[in-house]
């Protein structure tokens, strides 16, 4: 079942180069519980077009079909995206305040979200940066977790972390996934990350999709010149080399 569908979805930006297609005539399909890799080099589109599918941006052109409204974000940068003047039960609680959750659930779930992501209970009177940048992105998780998302985008959620850190964020996002049944869209320029977390993927480059399909069939047999590009650099002789795809 579908649960994100874009339709030839475009968006430019203007500056002083000119015109920038950030996403150009974009069509893509995620599936339900899946994990769905969107990877390409920097500046080719991939977080806009998470955006425009959380709905922050607009797009110029095209349409998004969701299949659900409980969607959540995971940023690169658990530093930035956590409000320093916060505590972490402030933090944590925001959303469901919001939602107008009442007191004893609020409670009840920003513990049960400290015990998901493998934080002590003490570090709710903490603040951000009393935290490794490994445990703020574990809060950052609890937090995006919290509010019982059907869809969450991952925009580079590990990639300002060492590589250990980062096998510990990813394996505790596939647990998520497992027990909750949350469809991820993984946005990544990582090829290692990409195998290890996502089923299906999508190439970006310049704002256009150039291959989608099965990880496994376009890392073994890639259609486009730049996914072969791609597939030659340093991170997938990593991967060739590994069988046990360790990061």
Do not use: W
């Amino acid at each position: 079942m579908v649960i994100v569908k874009c339709d030839r979805l475009k968006k430019r930006f203007f500056g002083r180069a000119g015109i920038v297609k950030a996403v150009d005539d974009v069509s893509l399909e995620i599936e339900r519980a899946e994990a769905f890799g969107l990877v390409g080099e920097s500046g080719c589109g991939k977080t806009t077009l998470g955006k425009i599918i959380l709905g922050v941006l607009k797009p110029d052109s095209g349409n998004v079909i969701l299949g659900t409204k409980k969607m959540q974000v995971i940023f690169q940068s658990s530093y930035n995206s956590l409000d320093p003047k916060m505590n972490i039960s402030d933090i944590l609680s925001e959303g469901l305040i919001i939602k107008g959750t009442g007191q004893g659930e609020i409670k009840r779930k920003v513990e049960a979200a400290l015990d998901l992501v493998k934080l002590p209970k003490e570090a709710l009177k903490k603040y951000p940066h009393q935290f490794s940048g490994g445990e703020r992105q574990r809060i950052a998780v609890g937090r995006a977790v919290l509010t019982d998302p059907e869809f969450i985008v991952c925009d580079e959620p590990v990639s300002s972390l060492d590589v250990t850190i980062q096998l510990q964020i990813l394996n505790l996002l596939k647990e998520i996934q497992k027990r909750f049944g949350i469809t991820y869209l993984f946005i990544s320029h990582d090829l290692r990350v990409i195998k290890f977390m996502c089923n299906r993927l999508a190439v970006m480059r310049y704002g256009k999709v150039l291959e989608t399909g099965p990880v496994d069939y376009i890392y073994s047999n890639p259609s486009h010149p730049y996914t072969r590009s791609l597939l030659s650099s340093h991170f997938y002789d990593i991967i060739k080399n590994d069988a046990s795809l360790k990061l």
